[in-house]
């Protein structure tokens, strides 16, 4: 079992920058593939990034390539998710998952686990 909780959203101007944190509980982490999804008001959740046990091939959503980076610390069972250039369409709440197999997936129901998510809102 692995717990997942999220931190460090809040309010940011376009163009802005946030890192959310996601501290997950349970021996196992170091061998879970980790993703970062999002849903804004009224949207279906949608795929952010993910990234494998060692920390390798990280994987992301074209809209976010060259904006976000996805890196994980599995000493401190950590996973983050650096935004940058942020825009009022990235307004959102944003989930960490947890997937036991491994592999890279975009979809919700290859994930295992979920957290309760954190609001981030980009102002115009």
């Known amino acids: 079992q692995v717990q997942l909780e999220e931190s460090g959203g809040g309010l940011v101007q376009a163009g802005g920058s946030l890192r959310l944190s996601c501290a997950a509980s349970?021996?196992?982490?170091?061998?879970?593939?980790m993703g970062w999804f999002r849903q804004a008001p009224g949207k279906e959740r949608q795929f952010v990034a993910a990234?494998?046990?060692?920390?390798?091939?990280?994987y992301y959503a074209d809209f976010v390539k060259g904006r976000f980076t996805i890196a994980r610390d599995n000493v401190k069972n950590l996973v983050y998710l650096q935004m940058k250039s942020l825009k009022p369409d990235d307004t959102a709440v944003y989930y960490c998952?947890?997937?036991?197999?491994?592999?890279?997936?975009?979809?919700?129901?290859?994930?295992?686990?979920w957290g309760q998510g954190t609001q981030v809102t980009v102002s115009s």
């Open positions: 998952a947890a997937r036991s197999r491994g592999g890279l997936y975009e979809t919700e129901y290859e994930y295992d686990y």
């Open positions: 349970g021996r196992t982490f170091g061998s879970y593939t």
């Open positions: 990234i494998i046990w060692s920390g390798g091939f990280p």
